[in-house]
């Protein structure tokens, strides 16, 4: 089972993560130009406080209880990724409500978000584990 | 081994995905009164509103049935349980014989004790896709539509038929909206942001007749309508359970193994009533992640493996014309306002445990609260102003977020 | 033009070694169809034959072969010597005037004891002794060079080819119960009769083909140690870290050859604990003696003949029996040149030494 | 206000087009140079706090960030040049001794760079160190000038304490202290993955680390801080630190502030106070009391490790060598003038000392004229930059080399040489956690035996060009070496010949 897990020990919070998450995301081929004046929406986030900060992404879990609750069918796990089917949602939120790790979020679209370990957009290492400069977030495979 | 499933909605599809993931081999049948592949009922709003389509409502893929070797029978109502012999008996008078039955029969709306309703003109349900369809068939830019119950349903129907541009009034003897979703300044400011959408309401009122086209008021007043729409709350359906001489006129009750009194017989979803860990109280708790959560370790029992649904507990999770509304739990105990400019917020805490909660607005990662509630976690082990603040993974302790995240 | 000594000049090689297990004296004539054999290898720029248990008539004493450059030189040197040794015989080496030798140098010999007033005053033992006299000639007698100082044995040696060489010096004529010879191929072209080899120091002798990558580190560390590298070559360096480690430090010819053709590593790692230590030991305690780079060497002494190719066998060398004899040549047709029904052909590994004793020989110094 | 007499040596380059004002630069910048307007949405900078550490730059997920070096200029003049212009300013203000961090950055020569490596061509068949075995494990300690046989006439295999090291590279000393514990641990088990040594430096050994002891060289400098019997024990050999290059003849100096929580404990001082290092050793005023010293450490550890006594290379460097080989230590480090430090004043950093390539050449030589080369390996540190360097080193006559600086560089350093500040962005030269945090041990130490790797091959594959196939052949080989552009006094003391020759 691949997942990420987050060394809250190493995390810097420097963010750079959300922003690797967001230009991945966002299709472009050069980040300046697909990040440029624009408020992020990453697929994780960074909490902050003090010195601490941590990185949050979704847990892909055994049990998923987002994808158990989803009223639509949209979310569903493949291969081990919890991933939504974002033509089909329809922004109820229910995943919203039952997600322990506060790991899905609303997007602009109205359809929910959420980090799919980069699968939807090449497969490999995800752009955050590759994009932190100090190995606070790794990609655990199996398990 | 055979198991027959009644109901093809998220419980009896729970079921057949808790059957599959312990048993690849044995026969399922399941049988359902409606023509249709699996689709999710509480999209039918968004059907109505033009949101989503039939082929985007499926529940599950196409291949759904197919791929997890599942018999439906479609357009067939079970008539009759034979628990003796261990068959259910359909309405062509035919029977089925199963090893493991599960009643996922979910529930039908139910019909207020209003005089004359028999004789409005339009008189329509909103609880099935044939119920949007047919609505969505008949409604007009022009029409005048007066829903009865101002519930989930009822507001999700206004929303759906707002998109047509009709006038839309909502009455309800309750005197606030999502009476069992709110409380009173939530449900204050849903209202005020429908009536600003152009539905009006008239709450704490009671119909006291309906003849044609028009509902007379209590206290005398009346509004005129061209469609009515009857969504006052919705009743298990139980009669099968009960032919067999059970108790379950008000839910058919369950173990946390789902599995009824009678041998051989599980029940999941709407029509069963269980335990909100929240309050303690047992109850009907008609939501979809229930009802699948309850199918699922239904049938994860009934192919011999062993899952309990513990955490039940009513909460909801809607968009009502462009606000966001999650709520969970019970409102008890003492309150903690954390609300701040345009958005609603109130936790509700007893015995240093969350309750319930409501955010109104603002709903981003509610999940950890509801997580508070469903696992129980002692507040006093959390910091919980942090937490109040904003649901947080920061506010629990370091060892707590290593084991939630993984790593060092 | 340079000579050795001032330049370090890279050499190919051929050499060849008989050896009579028995101690059975023989001529000299085989080893130099041996050698003609392999006149390819060489280029007429050095060719040289050690014999040992030639001079049964004055065992006892050091034979002296010395190279004159002129009269002065020699009277020079001989009243050096004169002034150490007890000189009980000295003449003129014997040679055969040929067209392919010119230029031959003065060539005489010496049968000498150390002066026992002299030894006992110098607190050394005769073999320190004398070479530390001979060295003293070397150095510092312009003209002199004694090229060969071992009892009971003689390095003869020339420029030219190795056959030629052989019957300049009527190598026939001499009878040994072991013979190396050396014939060379350096790729510069100083011509001086004492850069050819055999290379010897008292009864040690050595003929190499090769080149050393490690010379430096070789030569500065023997340097520590008394010996001065005059010639700049390979042979002279190798001879002295087989003195030191044989006759100074009193290693046996095998545990010399675990010196300077160490075992790799990982091959040391291999052996059992014992054998691991004293490889381990070996190669730490004197790690500048190790010699990399490509080498075969022959190595002759008072009682046997030692064969030794670098740890990567970098160059070629075969040996082959027949009776009494074991033959030994870089190439396997200077074996069968001398004797056509050789058995038991062998191409030794890399750093595997193979030491062959005459009766009563040992592999170390006493 | 007074006036400041400076302007600003660096000045931060910002690409607009390709900013996205991530913030990363603004909150990885511990000199505080970027900040963001949050009217204007734009980030912006204080040059006059820029060091030049390049953490911005190298995190800028864009590639918007560029430090330059200012042209801003003060009228030329070849004698008073800007840089001793500003010192003079600085000074003027301060009061004080000028501060400086890492190693001497003048313009002397750098005799490595004048000295070139042989290859083999015809004569000598070069070796290919992907088809045959290239050896660079070595030991160090002393060699025998004499065997011992048992009664069966076995030999005697029992030696002086030797280290053996997989590659004759061992980390040089750097205090937990000076450098961050993460450094610490990245270097530790570096060491202990690579088969080589790291050294503690007089900072003492932090109790995480004993577990890596059997790769740890422990040093008794002239503070003994940290210096307990269980220290002694712990190390594989202990290094008795008489100077170092980067400050010969100058003690050290950690201020208090930097002396908290651990750093206090494994110093055993109490916290707060400064760990003031004597310029000399207060018991050791000559080389009898040095001898003393080795026998003390060798007594107190069972004369089982063995002893380094290591020194920087000053003038008179091949007499001194001679008397702490003599003096029973098995190991001498020789430190030349370019080491690195974490603090130094900057004139003694910049003006004292002798090269290091010189010093070995002249240490190495005078040793084997007295005949006692064997009696002590010889490591050589003070900028040894890469595997070339490592080559022409060993060929030159030492046994191996102490690198520190290169390390650093692995581990993130850019040599913007402020250590001294306690303000390292890279997490290295620093002691504050949000900074330490930000070097990953797991990423540092493979960060470093990659470069080690590295080197390990190139170290081969020119050993092999050589035709030689063990380090051993390559140490004091300095026929494979020649010079270029080196005069004859050089030449000589370098004992190499010129190229060409």
Redesign the interface.
Known sequence: MKRITVNEKWCLGCHLCEYYCAFANSGGEDMAKALKGITIQPRLRIEQAGCISFAVACRHCDTPLCVKSCITGSLSVRDGVVCVDREKCVGCYTCVMVCPYGAVMPSESGAIQKCELCTQRSPGIPACVSGCPNGAIVLENGG | MKYVIVGNS?AGI?GVEGIRSVDRSGEIVMFTDEPYHTY?R??IS?YLQG??DIE??????EGFYCDNNVRLERGVKVAAIDAENRRVVLDSGASESYDKLLLATGSRAATPPIDGLENAALLFHFLTLDDAKALKSIVAPNSRVLIVGAGLIGLKCAEGLSATGCSITVTDIAGRVLSAALDEGGASMVQRHMEQQGIRFRLNDRIAKITKNRATFAGGQHVDFDILVVAAGVLPNTELMCALGCDAQRGIRVDSLSQTEVPGIYAAGDCVRCCDISSGQEKIMAI??NA??QG?AAGVNMAGGNKSFETPIP?????LMGL?V?S?GTFAGEEHNAGDEGAYKKLFVEDNLLKGYILIGH??????Y??LIT?KIPLDTIDFD?MKAQ????AFS?SG??K????? | MEREGSIRIPAGCAIAGIISREGKRFSGDAIRRSMSMMHERSNGLGGGFAGYGIYPEYKDAYALHVFYDNIEAREACEKYLDSRFDIVNLSKIPVKKIRAITGEPLIWRYFVHPLPTRLADSQLDENEFTRRCVFRVNTSIEGAYVFSSGKNMGVFKAVGYPEDVAEFYQIGDYEGCCWTAHGRYPTNTPGWWGGAHPFSLLDMTVVHNGEISSYDANRRFIEMYGYTCTLKTDTEVITYILDYLVRKIGLDFTEASNVIAAPFWSTIASKDEREKQRLTYLRNMFASLLITGPFSILVGFNGGLMMLNDRLKLRSMVMGEKDDFVYFASEEAAIRAVEPAVENLYAPRGGEAVIVLTKGGASHAD | MPIDFLYPKFEVVRNPQRCIACRVCERQCANEVHRFDPALNLMESDESKCVDCHRCVSLCPTRALKIVETDHAFRKNANWSGEIISEIYLQAKSGGVLLSSMGNPAGHPIYWDKLLINASQVTNPSIDPLREPIETKTFLGKKTHDIKRDKNGHLVTETSPQLEISMPVMFSAMSYGSISYNAHECLARAAAELGIYYNTGEGGLHEDFYRYGAHTIVQVASGRFGVHKDYLEAGAAIEIKMGQGAKPGIGGHLPGGKIVGDIAKTRMIPEGSDAISPAPHHDIYSIEDLRQLVYSLKEATGYRKPVIVKIAAVHNVAAIASGIARSGADIIAIDGFRGGTGAAPTRIRDHVGIPIELALASVDDRLREEGIRQDVSLVAGGSVRSSADIVKAIALGADAVYVATAPLLALGCHLCATCFTGKCNWGIATQEPELVKRLNPEIGFLRLVNLLTAWKHEISEMMGGMGINSIEALKGNRLMLRGVGLNEKELQILGVRHAGE
Do not use: D, F, W
């Open positions: 998220a729970g999710s509480p999209l968004y949101k989503t985007k409502m499926s529940y599950r893929p979809l992640p699948y959560l699922e909460m909801n999770a809607v968009t966001r999650i969970a709903v981003e990662r509610a999940g950890i509801t997580s696992g942090l649901p947080q993974l920061m370091r977020r290593q939630m995240l993984g790593g060092q």
